[in-house]
């Protein structure tokens, strides 16, 4: 059993940075490939950048790439999201998730409860 706990969203102005955190529980942490999906209001849940048990690959949507950066400590338990050069449709519901190096939501074991990214213009 993983337990997830996002922090670090908030309001910010186009062109801003924000880094998310995801606190994991357990300590088989490292066993796990994770997910940074996001969710906008009448949108499907779309993945935003996967990263692998070691690091050692990531995943990014097009839409974020050379934009956001994922990475994990897997001493903390914890994965990141910095995201710069934030624009209005990166407005979402930010959620991490465990398990998978999928698109598939279905793909992973474990959600966070989420966290709200709103990007003014």
């Known amino acids: 059993q993983v337990q997830l706990v996002e922090s670090g969203g908030g309001l910010v102005q186009a062109g801003g940075s924000l880094r998310l955190s995801c606190a994991a529980s357990?300590?088989?942490?490292?066993?796990?490939?994770m997910g940074w999906f996001r969710q906008a209001p009448g949108k499907e849940r779309e993945l935003v950048a996967a990263?692998?048990?070691?690091?050692?690959?990531?995943y990014y949507a097009d839409s974020v790439k050379g934009r956001f950066t994922i990475s994990r400590g897997n001493a903390k338990n914890t994965v990141y999201l910095q995201m710069n050069s934030l624009k209005p449709e990166d407005t979402a519901v930010y959620y991490c998730?465990?398990?998978?190096?999928?698109?598939?939501?279905?793909?992973?074991?474990?959600w966070g409860q989420g966290t709200q990214v709103t990007v003014s213009s």
């Open positions: 998730a465990a398990g998978g190096y999928s698109s598939n939501p279905g793909g992973y074991d474990y």
């Open positions: 357990g300590r088989t942490f490292s066993t796990y490939n």
């Open positions: 990263i692998t048990r070691s690091g050692g690959s990531t």
